[in-house]
């Protein structure tokens, strides 16, 4: 084991600052209770921030899928058509979503570490013009790529159908014009560029999506929307217990947010990513994503020829106390994944390239000594 | 406000203990690690214990109400019958998951304050043979009683039909043999006597019950057993990310509980639960529940005449530091609820019980002066 601080470079959960460890670290309060109402009022109104849109953002305590199920649960009923976008493993989780609901799946698949056009959707759209939801991936962090939502939203706003999008993984990360690009519903989830630990999960929904909530015939309770908006509607609270601790956490961490200012935070993402690619090509490694779709929130590097990518995952950790994600279903041992969202520091970054050079070096993987240290100076001056 | 540290005896959330607290602020570890497989491990073992159970104990990432409709998902199709006792609010909670599934709601209600007697539930077995599933309540906190799970397990046990508990309340304050009794299914949720925030529910299931899961048309995903089931059995994890942070805290919470013994602290409770009532008698309140069936772990107690509930609430909390809950739904304003689970120390009762006589005082109730603290204090030696 090493000496340094452990660091976490995953695609969720991601390090807290302190401001949310002492907000986790505090007596708990009880939730009726005009001390807990002004919380839950400060987080309504830092959401919308966040969401980019003036429609109440839903908290669920849940992770993120639960999300992403009350989505599909509110939004569909037994026999209606869906287009689900399918560039990873999560994009093939709202198709297993779907079709646990009955709901027909018209996949419209892209080749892993690429995502699919908006003119493909067009298509697929015309192509099918029963689809009543369109299901799409912000950040999908199986693979490092980031979707094209602000595209998809302009074909999808012609037709009837809702665009829904998972931005469990890129909310706060990536830019997600919610309502000025005409996106109907966003699904996030708290441990990733939120900075909390996992367990809270939110929804936001359009008129034009809530058109079709109120005729969904699917079963959902503790998912219910119209159950949520009643309740939040008549006396801002939420109809089951929340989450209470991560929510008095999420406040600090929208503090936190709006002091380093969400235009500031993109930027940061960006030029973080833009480092760690850098640094991987110049040890002579392969990214995972194509160039034109790569993410802010995480890095897909393929593992080079001769290289166990499980040792080289189980060594970061283990002799450098540096966590990176390994690659998951079909990609396990192909790629590693070296996040960079949420309160993930330049710091952070340069151990862990630090780690992998001599992680690389130790597998076998021969490259000019000290070339990931150097190319990471150049972007994060 | 107060100078003394506030208290908190509600019915859920519970006051978190100084090692579930430490362990809510400590940097967060990912959860694919063989360092969280061991906490994972470590908490699977524990909540055997509490269960009383051999079979594996599920988590789910959310709050009571999930853990509850994962019951009802897993277990009912459309069109089938369920027994639904209804002595309360959480009873009634179990009427409208089924509703939401479209399961045929057979109602047996108690009056509130009561609770339906094991031969009410065979008769109405007898009259409704095509029952699939009875649905009870370990402790129905709205009312402050304590159901007859172990009557309930013996009838329902010579029929087809599974036992389904909420021991969201109950569980670790009142005694619940799962297994010994022979109950089906018990569900649980973690800020109750687990003395954890809330966001963490649980969920067990026998093999009898199990024969209704792997029979179920309901849609389901995230709250799906036979997932959790498949995940654990290959590879001892959870399908979805945990809430890491509870689960983490939930070692520790466990680690008091294996510590005290789950005997003492039932023992605890039920003293704790009659000093409150002797006091509150001793007041000239009535007791809001039968006697025969007072739960351990929250006393309901009438508010008396010519004095206003909501304000005897604001005042115990605003001028004294401690927070207790009022009556939901038709009984707000007539009842007030004083807990007794979990953390709860005989410290916190007698703040509670020297605050309610100021309070009730100021209200104008007359009682012979300090008759509470003193009856307390007869039992709480």
Known sequence: MTASPPRLLTPGPTPLPPEVLAALGQPIIHHRTPQFQAVLQEVADGLKGVFRTSWPVYLLAGSGTAAMEAAVANLCSRGDDALVLRAGKFGERWGELCAAYGVRVIPLDAPWGRVPSP????????????????FATLCETSTGVVEDIRGYAQVVQATPAV??????SGLGAEPLETEAWGVDVVVAGSQKALMLPPGLAFITASPKAWGLIERSTSPRYYLSLPL??????????????????????????????????????????????????????????????????????????????????????????????????????????????????????????????????????????????????????????
């Open 119 to 134: 003119a493909q959707v067009q298509q697929a759209l015309r192509d099918h013009p029963s689809v009543k939801g369109v």
């Open 228 to 381: 949520a908006k009643k309740v939040w509607d008549k006396e801002q609270d939420t109809p089951f217990t929340p989450a209470i601790t991560l929510i008095v956490a999420l406040a600090a961490a929208l503090r936190v947010i709006r002091q380093e200012g969400l235009d500031q935070i993109l930027e940061r993402h960006r030029k973080n990513a833009e480092a760690i690619r850098h640094a991987a090509q110049a040890m002579g490694l392969a990214l995972y994503a194509e160039p034109s779709c790569c993410s802010r929130a995480v890095t897909a590097v393929a593992v080079p020829p001769g290289v166990d990518g499980k040792k080289l995952v189980k060594a970061m950790r283990d002799q450098h106390g540096i966590t990176i994600a390994g690659g998951q279903s079909e990609l396990a041992g192909k790629i590693f994944r070296i996040a960079s969202m949420g309160h993930i520091q330049p710091d952070d970054i340069r151990a862990a390239i630090a780690a992998l050079e001599r992680v690389l070096g130790d597998l076998g993987w021969t490259f000019p000594t000290g070339a990931g240290s150097k190319a990471l100076a150049e972007v994060l001056v």
């Open 163 to 168: 665009l829904v999008v998972d931005a469990i």
